[in-house]
């Protein structure tokens, strides 16, 4: 299959270059309108024609989104809240399809040779590990359905597909903080909100993203949830998730799952929040302020933390953007 390879103007370009350090987040390109490294080049054939089977589940979003949530949400309902099997890391129990295409090249400068890192089997080959997982297969990617594998959006699989949508703005925040150590992002807030909504970070543009997927909600084998929804009414998202992976709770398994699921414990729970990979990347970035991977989990920071400027500029993108589509917030 072929895919259109272009470039961003020189005056995004050189935002981009000014304010990501690491190199794999510095050489962006469009590939078919999508914002990802250059390296994706190389691997984006691989997961065209990746087998897809008939009883994957698969957790697709846009990052920052409540992906990490929704994955632990999904595989304890479909592993009929096998709480000893959860104590596995969800890297290994739901693997990130992409992410060794995400990584670029190792160097000998990469964090990938730091000695606190011994880089899982899932990180130095992500798509051959996904390959080789036992069924029913989890898998999570952030791809936009339009690269996704040719069987899973061309509906020749009836694998299952659920996708989680956040409020852009509190996205942008969230996805601000994360992106100071693993991508190296050295430039203010204000210049990460100009890259956000000039679709200069990785997985852009958002709206194209989302409403890519949204699209798709009308087919039996897609949930679209919402990360508000899930703060305001756990309870019921996860009994829509349940039924819609044929799974059938008690009054007291909804119950201890809620509470499982609750940011006090995700906080805590060493098998989802990444606190030893985020301690290395620390240490490769030792000026930095400290990062969680799970950080505040909260919705509308941004009525704290953006300008009234910059609310107005996200409001106006919105609105241009989601105009006729039905769809919102």
Known sequence: MQHEITLFDDEVENLIKKHQTRPEHQGYIKLDGITLPEEFRQFVNTIDNFEVRDDDIWVCSFPRTGTTWTQEMVWCIANDLDFERAKVLLNDRFPYLEITAMMGTPKPSDHRHIPDIKMPEHVIDSIGFCEKLPSPRFIKTHLPFSLLPRQLKRGEKSAKIVYVARNPKDVCISYFHHGKVPHGFKGSFEDWCDLFIKDAVMYAPFWKHVLGYWKQRINNNFLFIKYEDMKRDLPSVIKRTAKFLGKNLTTDQLSILTEH??????????????????????????????????????????????SPEIIKRFDDWTQENLRGTYFHF
């Open 261 to 306: 699921l609750s940011f006090d414990s995700m906080k805590v729970n060493p098998a989802v929040n990444n606190e030893e990979l985020t301690a290395a990347l620390q240490k490769f970035n030792p000026s930095e302020e400290r990062e969680e991977f799970i950080r505040r989990g909260t919705t509308e920071q941004w009525k704290t933390e953006m």
